[in-house]
């Protein structure tokens, strides 16, 4: 019999590689386990549904999935009629942040489910197009905001996108904001905001307590900031070599890089070969 009812798994930075490819070893290895153990992935991330699915698929996992860094949580396979948790960022709150962050000359995209807009294709827009495999609507941001002005239908999701030390600025200058929304880093250049009530623990809670799984029979996979509470918990934390730093001292394990298969090796250990 396995410790673990259920595996929870982040996407970028530990379950796929630096080239944004699950690999061979990796897919296999949670197909066995999911054959072999019962045992099955939940997968938590910051991305769209739509650009999880594209992983969820090549794993045969749950259809269940915790998106935009839990604001969203689906339970199903239609992203639309299958939502069970839909978190909001506040709409004025949005706004503000968004002029601020184009003052300060920053690239800026805003999600709503599988809705991506940016303002303008630049650099960061294309590496996010490369990670995501999906393509953003260009439309005035403030404008497109202002359309999905009711609290029902607001953003899910801001990102920022610059320079680490631009990032670390704008996040001092937004600090007036901290009780209306969660701020994280995937990386020094990279800002994700989703509102106060959101954050990727609490889309795992809820899908935990519908699936009546206790958090101390998780294994959990995370290797940034918004991954933190994830990690800390769970039963069982681990996060890959590349994991920041903070990341690597809450895990209960740390296992190797995204690039060498981290997330099957660790599962390797405690899943062991029939």
């Known amino acids: 019999m396995s410790d673990f009812d259920l595996i929870v798994a982040d996407i970028d930075g530990t379950l796929i590689n630096d080239e944004k490819r699950l690999s061979a070893l990796t897919i296999a290895t949670i197909r066995r386990v999911r054959r072999d153990f019962g045992v099955d992935v939940l997968l938590a991330s910051s991305r769209m549904p739509q650009s999880i699915r594209q992983i969820q ?16 949580v689906v339970d199903g396979r239609d992203d639309k009629a299958d939502v069970v948790l ?12 968004v002029r601020m ?25 294309l590496r996010e197009i490369r990670g995501n495999n999906l393509m953003p609507a260009v439309d005035s941001l403030l ?10 239908a607001a953003a899910h999701k801001i990102m920022i996108r610059g320079s680490a030390s631009q990032l670390r600025a704008l996040r001092r200058t937004m600090s007036q904001f901290e009780a209306q ?6 990386r020094p250049t990279a800002m994700e905001i989703v509102t106060a009530t959101a954050g990727k623990w609490a ?7 519908r699936l009546g799984i206790r958090p101390e029979r998780v294994m959990a996979f ?29 895990a209960r394990e740390v296992t190797l890089s995204n690039a060498e298969n981290g997330v099957a090796a660790a599962l390797n250990k405690y899943f062991p070969e029939l």
């Open 101 to 125: 962050a184009m003052n300060a000359r920053a690239h800026v995209g805003i999600f709503r489910g599988n809705e991506w807009v940016v303002g303008k294709i630049d650099y960061w827009t």
């Open 86 to 97: 839909d978190r909001r960022l506040p709409v004025e709150t949005s706004r503000d942040i």
């Open 57 to 72: 698929i090549q794993l045969g996992c749950l259809d269940a999935i915790v998106a935009l860094d839990g604001a969203l």
């Open 143 to 152: 404008d497109r905001l202002s359309i999905w002005g009711d609290a029902q």
């Open 181 to 186: 929304v969660l701020f994280s880093f995937g």
């Open 203 to 209: 889309g795992v809670k809820f899908m935990l307590d």
């Open 222 to 250: 995370g290797d940034s900031d918004n991954d933190f509470e994830l990690l800390s918990s769970v039963g069982h934390g681990v996060a890959p070599t590349n994991a920041s730093g903070r990341i690597r001292k809450v």
